[in-house]
Nanobody
Framework: QVQLVESGGGLVQAGGSLRLSCAVS????????MGWFRQAPGKSREFVAA????????RYLVSVKGRFTISRDNVKNTVALQMNSLKPEDTAVYYC?????????????????WGQGTQVTVSS
């Protein structure tokens, strides 16, 4: 059973930076892709970024490309999301997710394990 624990959320002013981290335990070959999603109040969950454990291939939501960077540490079993130039519209609860498929997908239902989420609030 894969368990995910997020940390690093908080309150930041527009233009600032935050770094989210996801600690992965119980990881086996069954978790091939890690993703970050977010959900703002009254909105559906939205794909933000994903990375494949094996080769580091990444995929991003268009609106965060160039501002956010996803990375993984295969030794520490952690995945990070570095968020720069934050905007008020980035405000949401951010979730870490793990998928068993090797395909990097933006579809939330294709991910098998989820963390509890961490709040990110960007003030204008």
């Amino acid at each position: 059973q894969v368990q995910l624990v997020e940390s690093g959320g908080g309150l930041v002013q527009a233009g600032g930076s935050l770094r989210l981290s996801c600690a992965v335990s119980g990881r086996t070959f069954s978790s091939s892709v890690m993703g970050w999603f977010r959900q703002a109040p009254g909105k559906s969950r939205e794909f933000v970024a994903a990375i494949r454990w094996s080769d580091g291939s990444t995929r991003y939501l268009v609106s965060v490309k160039g501002r956010f960077t996803i990375s993984r540490d295969n030794v520490k079993n952690t995945v990070a999301l570095q968020m720069n130039s934050l905007k008020p519209e980035d405000t949401a609860v951010y979730y870490c997710a793990a998928g068993e498929s090797d395909f990097i997908t933006v579809v939330s239902t294709r991910y098998d394990y989820w963390g509890q989420g961490t709040q990110v609030t960007v003030s204008s």
